[in-house]
């Protein structure tokens, strides 16, 4: 347990969790109505992706193989990888609970360990067979997104009946909202089972043989002439089973504004007499404009971070490629793939306007700026884990401005999501001007960093 403990803050976790809970808390304090929200969206899911890339990297180091033949069981690996990730968790929740002055803490308490537990043990479980934090990452959206989704759908009165409480974590949500059809000890008794059940999936997955070690493999032919890398990478891409998911989501993300947001917005005015028509302009922002570039810089990120502790660095340094144009061919890619990710989200959306297309213009930089931030921080994946999730604060922050009057506002200039904003009303020139220049400085600052720590 103390060697997870040791892992864990050398990769800047406990940092991370103290860093987040401080707008957790702030937001709580201030709308105390998003709290069974916050604590079941980001508070009981802080750890599980840290969790898999920590598992990820355990495999790929060759860690996992060593303790194998080691008197070590595999459940007391799974203790070492969840236990420290999960009292972190507990104890985030706890500032939270306090600021919004819930009523019932204990039990909320209950429900947030229960519900941490399960999904870092199914993160352990799901990454223990992954070669790549990028696989696990294509892989755990599939069982995760119904744990989420479901118990979302069901306090927006999508879904109705009995029958979703099945999903375990619906009971969850409903118990930190006050609103069980069912009892207690039921829904927690019901959780603990699955929760016992995703623990002991980890520990089977932990102990199982490495299919990338053990499954044959095909000699082919080498190809004549100069190696193409992008035809390298489309077939690690499509082993990975990267395209699926990221084809996808920017399409699911404009169905769910499209064809979700209107009952939600029913649903708030309903239950919580909360007007959200005034607030579709910042939720379009957050759910697409900002959120498409920020996921495609992160999968860009994720990936060098992958290609840099898998050794693939090591060969592009001394080729014809080197490391700049590495970098330039992956921040091209992410480019690209936030613009088409845009050009298909935002008119399914049905929520941006076309004189917005100012907005999406500037987003688009978004993408290789998120990049290079995460490389000049990171130095392997596990640390790309919990970069990308503190960048996620700036990179949405800005959008508070849409609150803030006068001059206060004025306090999120220095950053990019900024200008985004203030472009959404029109493309006016000084605006676009504006957050050109900036995106463009903080490209200046970060390329030579991270072109710096890829070199290493």
């Known amino acids: 347990m103390r060697t997870g403990w040791l892992v864990q803050a050398r990769h800047h976790v406990p940092a991370l969790v103290a860093g987040l809970v401080v707008p957790w808390t702030v937001l709580a304090a201030v709308l105390p109505a998003t709290v069974p929200y916050l604590l079941f969206i980001e508070v009981a899911t802080v750890g599980t992706f840290v969790a898999g890339a920590l598992t990820v990297a355990d495999r790929a180091t060759g860690i996992t193989a060593a303790l194998a033949v080691s008197p070590v069981r595999p459940a007391s690996l799974v203790a070492a990888r969840i236990v420290p990730l999960w009292m972190l ?9 306090l600021a ?50 479901v118990p979302l759908a069901v306090a927006a009165g999508l879904f109705t009946g009995p029958a979703w409480y099945a999903v375990p974590t619906t009971g969850t949500l409903a118990l930190l ?68 998911p990221i084809a996808a989501s920017p399409l699911l993300l404009g169905l769910v504004l499209r064809y979700a947001l209107p009952p939600l917005a029913g649903w708030a005015e309903r239950v919580h007499g909360l007007d959200l028509s005034g607030y579709l302009p910042v939720i379009t922002l957050l759910a697409v404009v900002v959120h498409v570039p920020v996921i495609a810089g992160m999968i860009g990120a994720l990936i060098i971070l992958d290609d840099r502790d898998d050794g ?19 921040l091209t ?12 989200a935002a008119p399914l959306s049905g929520q941006v ?42 990179s949405h922050a800005p959008l508070a401005a849409w609150w803030l009057p006068g001059a206060a506002g004025w306090t ?3 950053l990019p999501t900024y200008w985004i904003l203030r472009a959404w009303d029109g493309p006016h020139p000084a605006v676009i001007a504006s957050g050109t220049i900036c995106t463009g400085l903080w490209i200046l600052l970060l390329a030579p960093r991270a072109l710096r720590r890829l070199a290493r």
Not at 89 to 97: E, G, K, R, S
Not at 333 to 344: E, K, M, P
Not at 359 to 378: D, G, K, R, S
């Open 89 to 97: 968790t507990v104890l985030a929740a706890v500032p939270v609970l």
């Open 100 to 149: 919004a002055r819930v009523a019932g803490i204990l039990v909320s308490l209950v429900v947030i360990a229960l519900t941490a537990l399960l999904l870092l043990a199914a993160g352990v479980g799901m990454a223990a067979r992954r070669r790549t934090v990028m696989g696990f990452l294509t892989v755990a959206p599939w069982p995760l997104a119904p744990l989420l989704a």
């Open 177 to 244: 909202r006050g609103v069980a059809s069912y009892p207690a000890w039921q829904l927690l008794g019901y959780l603990a089972v699955w929760t016992a059940a995703a623990i002991a999936y980890a520990v089977h997955a932990i102990a199982g043989p490495d299919p990338h070690r053990t499954r044959p493999t095909r000699r082919r032919p080498v190809a004549r002439g100069r190696p193409s890398y992008p035809r390298a990478d489309l077939a690690n891409i499509t082993r990975e089973a990267i395209i699926a």
């Open 312 to 330: 693939a660095l090591h060969a592009i340094r001394v080729s014809p490629l080197g490391v700049g144009r590495y970098l330039g061919y992956r």
């Open 333 to 344: 890619l992410v480019t690209g793939l936030a613009a088409a990710g845009l050009a298909v």
């Open 353 to 394: 306007p076309a004189s917005a297309w100012g907005a999406c213009l500037l987003a688009i930089p978004l993408a290789p700026t998120f990049t290079l931030a995460a490389l000049a921080v990171a130095g392997n994946r596990v640390d790309g884990v919990t970069t990308v999730k503190a960048l996620g604060v700036p």
């Open 412 to 414: 999120f200039a220095p």
